[in-house]
């Protein structure tokens, strides 16, 4: 046996899940695995009946010998921990430094499942799982062809997270391929458990509060991201890929969209718009009127906002700060229980704090419904994040609407449109379509236009080819 | 010709967003006022002086792009590279005093506003503050974003359909007789309207930026067709709303007129007309701004990013030195009168100089 070969498995002989054994007629050769990490079933049917049976003195012979997949010669001690520890087998004779790497991990994961945080009606039901050779089959499914290029790097010193790149050769611009891969490449951290992290890490802007890549289950809409001309990165023991780069307009698509016919498709994107907008600006409007305002509200309205507030003794931004807050803790406590423990507290919530507190005349009933109704807005964003963002963004608006009222509402948003202004993904500008104006990109954001009508890829990612379709549609009178 | 300068890619704008940085500097918070000092000269023939006013920035316009054209430059750089060190340095030091002039005068005119329609007990420097750190923000983006907060902006067109809201109240009988007024009277009008449409000067310091020098002289033309067409528009609405005395003691005409609309949720629209008034007057303040850091840099290569913070102090120390808001309107006046001179003594003189001085040194 080797004597850097021995140092090894004595290295390893520390974890008890680690076996080592001599096997075969004359005991020549050595086995060495982890028990955990191998698959005992393939082990004991395949691998053994052939490996007892092995002769043959040079570790070559051997090799030739071997009748399975995935069999390496190996001598670099390094590599050879390296794979030990991903599930693969070592075997060694007793004279050489070499020896031969059998692949024999063991492949337990979950199903398929649906998409569960992109629901969708109809449309496919698979969604990511935590593997990511299944994740690179699933999109390789929809995209069968040799352009779409997969470029694999290992990511964290400690957890040596597996991860791959995709982008189709001939549509993805090249530039936004080489921000990613640099940023990926520059990661220097121990651990990475998820994509997100990931995401944090590479992200241009670490102070922003808005998503800067597009997070996704749903390999349908990586299918399409990705033929679009946007880069796919996919996260091994993650069940979200992240697309880059992002602007502003993709976050109002819910992939379900597409499977709807274009006027129910436009009407519930526009409907989306005017909820971010409603649920961003109605309570702080609530306050600012209220507090300085008031020659604002009608006459006949006047009556009913004076009768629903009559007995509560609160300013109306510390019943909002209130309400919201009650809101924000619902979310947050039906979201961390079980999910039948976490409907009661639901129903616990909406029934009894709602209408007790308007009894309790510590909010009043018209405050109760705008809050209610903007909380409800926020959930009809699709993407979890951005969903997220709307509803934090809201609270400086409020402290700013009860510090100068309208006026403060508007340097709020004034705040928040050049932050938007300023902010990149991948080098892009955030807020396209809207700034750098494109008016061929609302087809597939602001509203949706026919599937067949939709000929041209979104110029957010710059593709090097703009046409979907191969023919043109010819003009009047060709 | 294609411009040859030295400006990244990725920091130049589109030469169409000339359109709107041009059209949003030229009317500013000018809509909100401009009526009165027309119909105080020429009655209803306001509308003729504002033709003639249009058509004389039309030329500004094409000369100031018959310079930038030759030159391939920002004024700064044109100043300094045909006047010599010193006397360009003089030039450009004068030229950073007229941007912030023009800083301090408005910030300070949206927070008169503020106070006279909305909040009559705020200290006026509280809110400058506010808007100066909003503009520190914004400017220390750069160019790209001060123009997409410009295209933002402009929605207040959309304002405009509030006229409509009004229709029981007009008299279009006001507009007439047409014609009555002298030449002498119509110039006088003129010269008062002229400030009302300067912004344009700006072009001569973000011309490099853009990243089709050529082209951005249609859309510059059409900025100053639409802002025409604007004043033209608020104008015979407000003179077949108010009567000629009446509307010469009313110092805020357009915001009267928001007075007067009525919604069955909303009343009172002039409170949300003023306000939204922030939204116009930050992107112009930050304009200037960037022009008076861009002529540091080019004559002094002082850091933008270093003079930012000493403009927005001498800004804010500036803009409460004014007493009242009339003194601020009359400044504005003549602050404007200044820019008439820039633009019609000062760039037809470099253009002469320049037709017959060779092209030293290439580019910024």
């Not at chain 2, 010193?86 to 941007?99: D, R, S």
């Not at chain 2, 820039?342 to 017959?356: A, G, K, Q």
Request: aromatic share 12%; with cysteine; net charge positive.
């Amino acid at each position: 046996m080797g004597k850097q070969f021995d140092e090894l498995v004595n290295f390893h002989s520390k974890s008890s899940d680690f076996v080592s054994v001599a096997i075969a007629v004359d005991e020549s050769i050595f086995i060495s695995y982890y028990e955990t990490m191998v698959d005992s079933k393939s082990l004991l049917q395949d691998l053994f009946p052939v490996i007892v049976r092995l002769n043959g003195d040079k570790i070559e012979d051997l090799y030739a010998s071997l009748p399975f997949p995935g069999k390496q010669i190996v001598t670099d001690t390094n590599e050879q921990t390296q794979l030990l520890m991903i599930g693969y087998i070592l075997l060694s004779n007793r004279t050489e430094e070499a020896c031969i790497a059998v692949q024999a991990v063991r492949t337990e994961s979950r199903s398929i499942n649906a998409p569960e945080v992109e629901f969708s009606v109809i449309g496919p039901k698979d969604a990511l799982i935590e593997q990511l050779d299944t994740n690179i089959m699933q999109i390789r499914r929809r995209l069968p062809v040799p352009e779409l290029r997969v470029t694999r790097m290992e990511i964290g010193s400690l957890s040596k997270t597996k991860c791959a790149v995709m982008h189709l050769e001939g549509i993805a611009n090249p530039l936004n391929l080489d921000y990613m891969m640099k940023r990926l490449n520059k990661i220097d951290m121990d651990v990475i458990t998820d994509s997100t992290n990931i995401i944090q890490i590479i992200v241009d802007n670490k102070y922003s509060l808005f998503p800067q890549f597009l997070e996704t289950e749903r390999p349908d809409r990586l299918a399409h991201v990705l033929s679009f001309g946007g880069i796919a990165v996919l996260v091994d023991g993650s069940s979200q890929a992240f697309t880059g780069p992002v602007t502003i307009g993709q976050f109002l698509v819910a992939y379900e969209d597409y499977y709807l016919s274009w006027h129910l498709g436009s009407f519930f994107r526009i409907l989306r718009i005017l909820s971010i907008l409603f649920s961003i600006f109605a309570t702080p409007v609530y306050i600012a009127i209220l507090t300085y305002h008031y020659h604002i509200i009608p006459t006949l309205l006047i009556g009913p906002i004076i009768s629903s507030r009559i007995n509560l003794p609160f300013p109306p931004y510390l019943e909002v700060i209130f309400m919201e807050l009650t809101i924000e803790l619902l979310r947050e406590a039906g979201a961390r229980l079980p999910t039948k423990i976490g409907q009661t507290i639901g129903i616990v919530g909406g029934i009894v704090i709602g209408t007790a507190a308007v009894q309790a005349a510590l909010t009043s009933n018209i405050l109760l419904t705008i809050v209610a109704l903007s909380a409800l807005a926020s959930f009809a964003v699709p993407i979890f994040h951005f969903s997220n963002t709307i509803r934090v963004i809201r609270y400086p608006f409020i402290l700013s609407a009860q510090m100068l009222g309208l006026v403060g509402i508007v340097v709020c948003a004034s705040f928040l449109l050049v932050h938007l202004l300023r902010l990149k993904s991948l080098g892009t500008p955030y807020l396209q379509p809207f700034y750098p104006l494109r008016f061929q990109d609302w087809q597939d954001s602001v509203f949706r236009v026919p599937t067949a009508s939709f000929n041209k890829r979104p110029g957010a990612f710059r593709p090097l080819r703009k046409d979907r379709t191969r023919t043109k549609k010819p003009d009047i009178d060709e | 010709m294609p411009s040859h300068h030295s400006i990244q890619a990725n920091q130049q704008i589109p030469s169409s967003s000339a359109l709107y940085i041009i059209f949003g500097t030229q009317v500013g918070l000018d809509y909100l006022t401009f009526q009165r000092k027309l119909t105080q000269a020429v009655g209803q023939d306001a509308w003729i002086a504002l033709l003639i006013t249009a058509l004389l920035i039309h030329l500004a316009i094409w000369w100031m792009f018959t310079l930038l054209n030759r030159q391939q430059a920002d004024l700064a750089t044109i100043n300094k590279r045909l006047l010599g060190t010193w006397i360009g340095a003089l030039f450009n030091t004068a030229l950073i005093v007229y941007f912030l002039l023009i800083c301090m005068m408005s910030i300070r005119l949206y927070s008169e506003i503020v106070r006279i329609w909305i909040f009559p007990t705020i200290h006026i420097w509280v809110l400058e503050l506010i808007l100066l750190l909003l503009s520190y923000y914004l400017v220390s983006g750069g160019l790209r974003v001060i123009a997409g907060f410009f295209m933002f902006s402009q929605l207040f067109i959309v304002l405009n359909g509030i006229f409509y809201f009004l229709r029981n109240y007009y008299h279009p009988t006001n507009l007439l007789p047409i014609m009555t007024h002298t030449i002498p009277e119509i110039s006088q009008a003129v010269w008062s309207i002229i400030p009302s449409f300067m912004g344009v000067e700006a072009l001569l310091m973000f011309y490099p930026y853009l990243n089709n020098g050529k082209k951005a002289q249609r859309w510059s033309h059409g900025a100053n067709a639409i802002t025409m067409t604007v004043y033209l528009i608020i104008l015979v609405f407000t003179l077949m709303f108010f009567s000629q005395e009446q509307l010469k003691d009313e110092m805020w005409p357009t915001l009267t007129l928001f007075k007067f609309v009525e919604f069955p949720f909303m009343e009172r629209v002039e409170f949300i007309g003023a306000t939204f008034q922030l939204s116009r007057v930050t992107p112009i303040l930050s304009l200037y701004l960037w022009s008076a850091l861009q002529t540091s840099k080019q004559q002094f290569r002082f850091s933008k990013r270093r003079m930012l913070p000493v403009y927005l102090v001498i800004v804010f120390i500036g803009s409460l030195m004014f007493h009242d808001v009339q003194q601020v309107l009359k400044s504005y006046s003549i602050i404007g009168q200044v820019g008439f001179v820039l633009l019609f003594v000062y760039v037809p003189l470099l253009i002469i100089v320049t037709r017959w001085l060779p092209v030293k040194g290439k580019g910024l």
